[in-house]
């Protein structure tokens, strides 16, 4: 394990895959599979850590705070329909879930799987943390490394699902709507609201993004604003990465089921990239062909990376087609679509009874 | 319940309802902008 733990340092400090997490994980693995040291021992400074934040699910959350205060939300605002593609996006989550069960896997040990494919970070912590914490190290490092490979997983599977007549549509420039200050303003205040009362376990999850929003657009706590997507994240996010390498003891760590978890990571992804490419072909043939397919693949909630790769992908095969707003509105979309498809996910499992109230 | 009926359960109320919910948002963002149209003053007053 002190091996694996080098390596996911290697991968983060010379590879640049999401350093920012995999070199505090990697450094927590190392530590707590020191002999003797017990760091996650009844004492261990790290199990406080984990008790502290992980389990009480307070880390994730004030992540959360952070990328609300972070995200633009204007690209969504000023073309709503495309939200449709944030929802598309998520669909790999659950027929990932499908999958893991027919593996074998425990019902909520699929759950916490499944929603590696939600492709945000912080929603597959708070997930796994919650129903399957035995798997937190493998669903963090999954979740964390695929969304950094988006770039490497996602144009082949356009290319794929796509002609080359569908690629080279131009959906010309984005037109600028300006959008008034008091409507983004309100949005992240009616968005907790509608969403929590349609999806109320959930409401932690879109509470914390949507609070970070509203400090980001208020525009009169710069101070709160600053902190959230400064300080707050970047000292949660050194205590979480920690406690996410803390999780990795050998024995938990080292089995099959390891690799299981790797491997349906990558499928959940590749299948939100997949429907989210097939919808907007579904859109395209709506709108007679005024949508360029391949943003349906920003669906997802790695922003804006995924919108880029959409970007750079249509540019290739038509110099004249300018993506990037078009696939950001969907990148947006994603990013809602991923804490809404979790806020889903809990209310129905609370529905079902399969959780607690 | 056994596992394919809560994976079934969950897969379909799971797609169904992430999107019916983003959908319902779309139509708030909508009515938002009717509410609250954006004022050419505002860029006059960010510009002042």
Request: charged content about 15%.
């Amino acid at each position: 394990m002190i091996l694996i733990g080098s390596l996911l340092l290697y991968l983060g400090i010379k590879k640049g895959y999401e350093p920012l997490l995999l070199v505090p994980i990697g450094f927590g693995a190392i530590l707590v599979n020191i002999p003797l040291a017990e760091m996650m021992g009844k004492d261990g400074f790290l199990r406080f850590f984990y008790d502290t934040g992980v389990l009480t699910e307070v880390f994730p959350l004030l992540i959360f705070i952070g990328i609300g205060a972070m995200t633009d939300f204007q690209p969504l605002l000023e073309n709503p329909k495309i939200i449709l593609l944030g929802a598309a996006g998520q669909f790999g989550i659950f027929l990932t879930l499908l999958l893991a069960l027919a593996l074998g896997f425990e019902k909520l040990d699929a759950v916490a799987v499944a929603v590696i494919g939600a492709c945000d970070g912080p929603t597959a912590i708070y997930v796994s943390s919650k129903f399957a914490p035995h798997m937190l190290g493998a669903v963090s490092v999954a979740a964390y490394s695929y969304m950094s490979l988006v770039p490497l997983i996602q144009p082949p599977i356009m290319r794929v699902l796509t002609t080359e007549k569908e690629r080279q549509i131009v959906m010309g420039v984005a037109k600028r709507q300006p959008i008034s200050k008091t409507t983004k303003i309100v949005f992240p205040i009616a968005v907790t609201i509608f969403a929590s009362i349609l999806a109320p376990k959930g409401a932690p999850l879109i509470g914390t993004v949507m609070l970070g929003n509203l400090l980001r657009e208020s525009g009169c706590v710069d101070r709160l604003k600053s902190a959230s997507e400064n300080e707050i994240t970047n000292m949660v996010t050194l205590l979480l990465g920690l406690c996410i390498g803390a999780t990795m003891e050998a024995d938990k760590f080292l089995k099959a089921q390891t690799l299981l978890v790797l491997a349906l990571g990558f499928v959940a992804i590749s299948l939100d990239t997949a429907v989210g490419i097939l919808f907007g072909k579904v859109m395209c043939v709506l709108t007679g062909g005024k949508i360029n397919p391949l943003i349906g693949a920003a669906g997802i909630s790695a922003f804006p990376m995924s919108a880029r790769v959409v970007q750079a992908e249509g540019q290739k095969y038509n110099k004249k087609s300018y993506l990037l707003m078009h696939a950001m509105s969907a990148n947006a979309g994603g990013q809602i679509g991923s804490v809404i498809a979790a806020a889903v996910m809990l209310s129905v499992l609370q529905g079902m009874g399969i959780v607690g109230g | 319940m056994d596992s394919w009926t809560f994976g079934w359960t969950l897969a379909l109320i799971g797609m169904t309802g992430t999107m019916l919910v983003l959908w319902i948002l779309s139509l708030l963002i909508l009515l938002l902008k009717k509410i609250f149209p954006y004022q050419p003053e505002e860029s006059a007053a960010k510009k002042g």
